[in-house]
Antibody, heavy 114, light 107 residues
Framework: QVQMVQSGAEVKKPGASVNVSCKAS????????IHWVRQATGQGLEWMGW????????GLAHKFKGRVTLTRNTSISTAYLELSSLRSDDTAVYYC???????WGQGTLVTVSS | DIQMTQSPSSLSASVGDRVTITCQAS??????LNWYQQKPGEAPKLLIY???NLEKGVPPRFSGSGSGTDFTFTISSLQPEDIGNYYC?????????FGQGTKLEIK
């Protein structure tokens, strides 16, 4: 079955960068886009962006352009989200999701605190 | 960008009740609409895709309808395990967007 396994929780200082990984299994990695969604504590879901693992193309929600980079390593079926210039309001759980939004990673808590 | 307006923001109902949540899109989203259930500490779970299609393994008491700008999610007979937060999401055009969520509680 499809599994999306994400990297562990991170604690970062304001201004730093964080890299979240998402290892996919159970399907052919390059055949399905991957989306990233985040959720601040007690808040709703926020779509951040998508990436096509085959061609490496990606797209981002306007508010993340310039701060978020989506990459992948096809040899290990892993997608990455890098968020830079971290602020306190970036504290959230970050999820990777398959193209149909049917298979989600377990989430990675990123805490930004001085 | 398409904005999704979901209502109500919270809902309390009794076991066995019929529960309805609505979602309105600011622009035509055709039928590119998902519904999710999320329980505390868990990732969202896809229940309904393409507005009215039940995801595999999801109980048939859950259903969805609508197209264009107006969508409805229904639980025909509320069960205790249905408590949680529910979200709609349009995937007609980027950026994909979610409704604000509905917190469902049992009376």
């Amino acid at each position: 079955q499809v599994q999306m396994v994400q990297s562990g929780a991170e604690v970062k200082k304001p201004g730093a960068s964080v890299n979240v990984s998402c290892k996919a299994s159970g399907y052919t990695f390059i055949n399905s886009d991957i989306h990233w969604v985040r959720q601040a504590t007690g808040q709703g879901l926020e779509w951040m962006g998508w990436m096509n693992p085959n061609r490496g193309r990606s797209g981002l929600a306007h508010k993340f352009k310039g701060r978020v980079t989506l990459t992948r390593n096809t040899s290990i079926s892993t997608a990455y989200l890098e968020l830079s210039s971290l602020r306190s309001d970036d504290t959230a759980v970050y999820y990777c999701v398959t193209a149909g939004f049917g298979d989600w990673g377990q989430g990675t808590l990123v805490t930004v605190s001085s | 960008d398409i904005q999704m307006t979901q209502s109500p923001s919270s809902l309390s109902a009794s076991v066995g009740d019929r529960v309805t949540i609505t979602c309105q899109a600011s622009h035509d989203s055709s039928n590119y609409l998902n519904w999710y259930q999320q329980k505390p500490g868990e990732a969202p779970k896809l229940l309904i895709y393409a507005a009215s299609n039940l995801e595999k393994g999801v109980p048939p008491r859950f259903s969805g309808s609508g197209s264009g700008t107006d969508f409805t999610f229904t639980i025909s007979s509320l069960q205790p395990e249905d408590i949680g937060n529910y979200y709609c999401q349009q995937y007609d055009s980027l950026p994909y967007s979610f409704g604000q969520g509905t917190k469902l509680e049992i009376k």
